[in-house]
């Protein structure tokens, strides 16, 4: 299916548009990666920088309020807060230091994945996919990646998926209760482009994913079979998320792109995934 939603733009000005995440109080956060700030966006428009970082990447917002983002330059994980003030969580697993980060997904428990791919590609397979426990001890959940970039966790938290960029794929893994990761399976293969970038899911448990280099998001069900796919302004899209249940942006996608280096809107009518700090929109 052809989703024929109208983008509509929410802001631009950024540098290397990334990171969209809505906080608790349903505003809208996006990082600039080759700016080194983060923003909080209003939807008319209105910027304002919240943070300055060197290179801020993909984040998610855990329970208590904060935003967990990926560093790529700093090669760590750090902790943004309401107020702006930022510390690092996580730079090193066993002694040895990250690659550079790029995604994160935070779950209920208060721990979070992130992937960390800087450095690796088809012939050097160095990329890695890492679990921060609760206690933010760190453990490498699977190795020898090319390029692992999106990540996300399914709607009933038995599974996360991950998009392997270099290899224009999407791989499931069987989460388990501690955490760690089953075997790597291909969930979905598809072709063009660079690849596959930053992703989320809506309610029914379809997989959006902004698919770098091909000037769209794809939409793949539970089966991992593609069912249609969004057309974004520019050709790199990177990431995207759902508006916060109970708002009016609920059924609204928000998909960051680097080319127009601007967020957009996309009214589609379908819910996203509940997620569990998510308060209801108070803008």
Not at 29 to 54: D, Q
Not at 127 to 144: E, K, L, M, N, W
Request: with cysteine.
């Amino acid at each position: 299916m052809e989703l024929n939603a109208e983008a509509v733009k929410v802001a631009g000005g950024f540098k290397f548009c990334e990171g969209p995440a809505f906080d608790p109080n349903g505003r809208l956060w996006v990082v600039s990666l080759h700016g080194g700030f983060i923003s909080r966006v209003t939807m008319g428009g209105r910027k304002t920088r919240v943070a300055e970082t060197s290179a801020p990447n993909g984040g998610q917002f855990d329970a208590d309020g904060h935003y967990i983002c990926c560093e790529c330059q700093r090669k760590a994980i750090i902790r943004v807060s309401p107020q702006g003030s930022v510390s690092v969580i996580a730079e090193s697993c066993d002694g040895k230091a990250f690659h550079g980060p790029n995604d994160v997904a935070v779950d209920a428990d208060g721990g979070f994945y992130f992937t960390d791919p800087d450095g690796s590609s088809l012939e050097n397979r160095i990329g890695a996919v890492y679990y921060v426990r609760p206690d933010r001890t760190v453990i490498q959940a699977d190795s020898g990646l090319a390029n692992p970039n999106g990540i996300n966790i399914s709607v009933d938290r038995s599974a996360v998926l991950m998009a392997e960029t270099l290899t224009h794929r999407i791989c499931r893994y069987q989460r388990r209760p501690d955490g760690t990761l089953g075997p790597r399976e291909v969930f979905c293969q598809l072709s063009g482009g660079v690849g596959p970038d930053g992703m989320c899911f809506d309610q029914d448990g379809n997989l959006y994913v902004a698919w770098y280099g091909s000037a769209c998001v794809y939409v793949i069900d539970s089966s991992g079979r593609p069912i249609g796919r969004l057309a974004t302004p520019g050709d790199n899209p990177t990431n995207c998320c759902f508006g916060p249940p109970g708002s009016k942006y609920a059924t609204s996608l928000f998909v960051t792109e680097t080319v127009t280096n601007a967020v957009w809107r996309y009214d589609i009518g379908v819910p996203g995934m509940p997620l569990h700090h998510l308060a209801v929109a108070s803008e």
